[in-house]
């Protein structure tokens, strides 16, 4: 094909394919986000981790089905406008004019090892320690009055009445263990404000008093106070609290090869590792198998010369059935049975096949269209004979 036609056709299904990108991600990561984060998260400093942690991941899932739905609608275009009649005109056969679609493939597959493998195990951390600061309510701006929290392992209750203001709280009650002193305390403040330090936030309650009991002891001592400090555990100026968990989607290639060679004995492990290398290793090759795929169903239901056919939608769904049911079947039935990986990609490997299959019956059986010779001309020298 000449060099001019393929970057045509290239960036054709490039702009395409960015499209249907965006449009897929942007709602799924909506609706991530809605569905994870509170009203109070917005506020709170942990929209843009969220994001963070959720674009990558969900950029490459989609972009093999992005790839090869743009694939699929640019060669239904070409078909159902005549355009496969005037390059079989020309002489180029089938392969060459795959040749754009395999070279937006093959771009995307590449893009789509470097995300799963480096790019989302670097962020989607970021994700999971959002949802771990909600649901241990670990951001002192997202806390809503009239209810009880507990924190540091269930030794602190905090109660307070409303927010002053985004840091400062009224009627604050404080129910307290000092392990150190081995004491209980309970403190009330008619203000207390957050401060965030580099280790977790600085309680600062003023105008309050502080009723103390030592362990195993029934005297209670009162005092009162114009300002007292208590360190609390909570997200501080450092970022968010680290988890006691790390999960196999958070390791970069390196270290997600060595955990499996050191000999994986938990189940539930080698499951989600199982699961998350063959979304790893086979989510991105669909961008070039979808491709293909696409391809060789419309140049085997569609007319070359522009007469429709009624497969032509057909072949458009084919292409995100598929990919959603290789999907699914990535993140349940393989973190069911880990040998259930091999299904995914001989799947995947068939894909390629009836691809291929397909493609070369098509190059046999149509043979190239001969180009038009204007009445009186002869096809050797286009000229008139004498």
């Not at 054709?12 to 249907?20: E, N, W």
Request: with cysteine; charged share 15%.
């Amino acid at each position: 094909m000449p060099r001019l036609l393929t970057l045509y056709l290239a960036k054709r299904i490039a702009l395409s394919a960015l499209l249907i990108e965006t449009s897929l991600c942007v709602p799924v990561i909506m609706t991530s986000l809605f569905h994870y984060l509170p009203p109070a998260a917005v506020r709170s400093g942990l929209l843009m981790p969220a994001l963070l942690g959720t674009v990558p991941t969900v950029f490459y899932i989609a972009l093999p089905l992005a790839v090869g739905v743009a694939i699929t609608l640019e060669f239904a275009r070409m078909s159902s406008e005549g355009m496969i009649a005037v390059l079989y005109s020309i002489r180029l056969s089938v392969w060459s004019i795959c040749m754009p679609a395999a070279l937006v493939g093959l771009i995307a597959v590449g893009v789509g090892y470097w995300f799963s493998s480096f790019v989302a195990p670097a962020y989607v951390g970021q994700m999971h320690d959002v949802i771990h600061v909600i649901r241990n309510s670990l951001n002192h701006r997202m806390l809503e009055p009239a209810q009880f929290y507990t924190f540091d392992y269930g030794t602190k209750t905090l109660y307070f009445q409303r927010w002053k203001s985004p840091d400062v709280a009224t009627g604050v009650f404080i129910h307290h263990f000092s392990p150190e002193k081995q004491e209980e305390e309970i403190i009330t403040a008619a203000e207390t404000e957050f401060r965030r330090n580099d280790h977790g936030v600085l309680l600062v309650m003023t105008n309050g008093s502080i009723q103390t009991r030592p362990q195993g002891s029934t005297d209670m001592r009162t005092a009162n106070f114009d300002e007292y400090v208590l360190s609390i555990d909570m997200q501080g100026t450092n970022g968010m609290p680290k988890r006691d968990w790390r999960g196999v989607f958070e390791l970069p290639w390196n270290e997600f090869i060595a955990e499996r060679f050191s000999g994986l004995q938990d189940p539930r492990r080698l499951a989600e590792w199982t699961s998350e290398a063959t979304k790893r290793v086979g989510i991105p090759l669909l961008a070039l198998a979808h491709g293909l795929f696409g391809i060789g169903l419309v140049l085997t239901v569609t007319s070359a010369t522009g007469r429709g056919s009624a497969g032509t939608a057909v072949t458009i769904l084919a292409v995100p059935v598929l990919h959603i049911a290789i999907l699914i079947a990535a993140e349940t039935l393989v973190r069911r049975d880990p040998r259930l990986s091999f299904v995914i990609f001989a799947a995947i490997l068939a894909e390629f096949a009836v691809a291929l299959f397909m493609l070369h019956k098509q190059n046999a059986n149509m043979s190239p269209v001969k180009p038009l010779v204007p009445l009186g001309l002869t096809p050797v020298d286009g000229h008139a004979p004498a």
